[in-house]
């Protein structure tokens, strides 16, 4: 079975910048697509970025190109984003996400992690 972790997020200013991890496990995740979702109050959940396991190829919503970063560490198996030049409108949960590549939708979930930019 496989388990997405969150964690980091928290309190930012507008302008900072923060790091989420996904810890992943329960599988050998080299034929899987990761991503990063979120969904702020009030709003459809939304695609933020998403890279695949075997070649490091990457994805990014247009409103977050240029400020974040989505990566993974092999060896702990686990991916990132990094998230600079943070606005209001970032604020949102954010949840890490997975598909095996043969997989039509993202079906693997984490619990999600708060990300909120006050000025």
């Known amino acids: 079975q496989v388990q997405l972790v969150e964690s980091g997020g928290g309190l930012v200013q507008t302008g900072g910048s923060t790091r989420l991890s996904c810890a992943a496990s329960?599988?050998?995740?080299?034929?899987?697509?990761m991503a990063w979702f979120r969904q702020a109050p009030g709003k459809a959940r939304e695609f933020v970025a998403s890279?695949?396991?075997?070649?490091?190829?990457?994805a990014y919503l247009d409103s977050v190109k240029g400020r974040f970063t989505i990566s993974r560490d092999n060896v702990k198996n686990t991916i990132y984003l990094q998230m600079n030049s943070l606005k209001a409108e970032d604020t949102a949960v954010y949840y890490c996400?997975?598909?095996?590549?043969?997989?039509?939708?993202?079906?693997?979930w984490g619990q999600g992690t708060q990300v909120t930019v006050s000025s």
């Open positions: 329960g599988r050998t995740f080299s034929r899987y697509h």
């Open positions: 996400a997975a598909r095996g590549i043969s997989d039509s939708e993202f079906n693997y």
């Open positions: 890279i695949f396991w075997s070649n490091g190829g990457t």
